[in-house]
């Protein structure tokens, strides 16, 4: 058994540091949820919606938000049409846990770890802002593409980031990362 723990040790420690990451940030963030109380529409969701209305009136185009305080959700209204909503699954924030969790995982020192974790979630963060928009855009002109829009091309793209910026953390900064310079 020592022999099996020995051989497959890089590996347990990857798991053990990576679940204990998760589970520690997962519990901090529900704590924070929790701190809204029920039908609370926590700040983080809300500045995603704020950052969404800037942006497209930024592109100049006619959207607004509603907030409702007797739900946990704000209403996105495109060209007078009420398309989509933000909810707290919309924020990015377990996405970014997720994220972080992974770069801990495969820590290195810790400067270019801390570096890489803050530009790696505010990068997330400001895609995930673009999708929303994007998003309220195509499924006011395409409204029968909204499952295929928010169940499988978004959730592609937003993980698709998460996975190419893992991977640059593997080889490029991570304490696996290859030394050689060929």
Known sequence: MKKYFILYKPFLLFLTTFFFTY?????????????????????ITRMVA???????????FNFSIQEN???????????QKYVARIIEGCNAVSV????VS????????????????FGGSLLIYVLNVFRIALLCVLMFHFPKQEKFLHGVLFPLFI??????????????FSKYASKDTK
């Open 23 to 43: 589970i520690v940030l997962t519990v901090l963030y529900q704590e924070y949820l929790n701190s809204f109380g029920e039908n609370k529409l926590d700040a």
């Open 50 to 60: 704020k950052n969404t209305d800037q942006l497209l009136h930024f592109f100049c």
């Open 69 to 79: 305080p007797s739900h946990s959700f704000i209403k996105l209204i495109f060209n």
């Open 96 to 99: 970014i846990i997720l994220f």
């Open 102 to 117: 992974f770069v801990v995982a495969f820590s290195g020192k810790l400067k270019p770890t801390l570096l890489f974790i």
């Open 159 to 172: 993980y698709g980031v998460v996975f190419i910026l893992w991977v640059i953390w593997l080889r490029k």
